[in-house]
Structures are given as structure tokens and as C-alpha cells.
């Protein structure tokens, strides 16, 4: 069993910044299978950011030059810096890890970007 819990939503100003932490209850140093996700209201579920098998990371077109993916080991944790947000990032965000052959997900984040 793996849990993964978010931390760092709130609301924040269009053109501003947050920070997302997801904390892992398992090593993550040699695991490359997670990443953000994001739904917005009335959407599907969607990838934001993810690590490759190669440990590089990708990530949505719509958020590319902004979100940044990272990785602390000693901590477990992997974050999502947000900056230059705009309104249409407004989500809950999900971080994801897969273990064993099964997806697990955090209980999400809620980021709420105002005009």
C-alpha cells in the first residue's frame, strides 16, 4: 500500500504562485512513475506533469514554461512549482504514483486562480 498526500493549494491572484507538495509513505529514489494531475469542473481528468522511465521529466503543453516538476528523495516528496497562473488552472490536483502494477492517488489539492 502506498499513500500519497498533497499539501499547498489555495487561491491565488492570476499571475501568481503556489507551490504543491505531494508526500510519499514509500522511497520514491529509484521510481519514476508519478506525476500531477489536474480536474477542473465538469472536465476529465488530465495529466499536468510526470516523470519519464528516464527520470526527465514532461509535461501538458498548456502549462509548459510555467509548472515546474521536482523531486526530493531524503523527503519522499514531490512538488509542482506554479507560477504564472491563470485562471484556467483553477483544479483540484492529484498526484498519482504507480506501485506494483496499481496507480495510486492522493486525496487531490484544491487550486483556485482568480482574475
Known amino acids: 500500500q502506498v499513500q500519497l498526500v498533497e499539501s499547498g493549494g489555495g487561491l491565488v491572484q492570476a499571475g501568481g504562485s503556489l507551490r504543491l507538495s505531494c508526500a510519499v509513505s514509500r522511497s520514491i529514489s529509484s521510481r519514476n512513475a508519478m506525476g500531477w494531475y489536474r480536474q477542473a469542473p465538469g472536465k476529465q481528468r488530465e495529466l499536468v506533469a510526470g516523470?519519464?522511465?528516464?527520470?526527465?521529466?514532461n509535461y501538458a503543453d498548456s502549462v509548459k514554461g510555467r509548472f515546474t516538476l521536482s523531486r526530493d528523495n531524503a523527503k519522499n516528496t514531490v512538488y509542482l512549482q506554479m507560477n504564472s497562473l491563470k485562471p484556467e488552472d483553477t483544479a483540484v490536483y492529484y498526484c498519482?504514483?504507480?506501485?506494483?502494477?496499481?496507480?495510486?492517488w492522493g486525496q487531490g489539492t484544491l487550486v483556485t486562480v482568480s482574475s
Open positions: 498519482a504514483a504507480d506501485w506494483g502494477g496499481r496507480r495510486y
Open positions: 516523470f519519464t522511465s528516464g527520470g526527465s521529466t
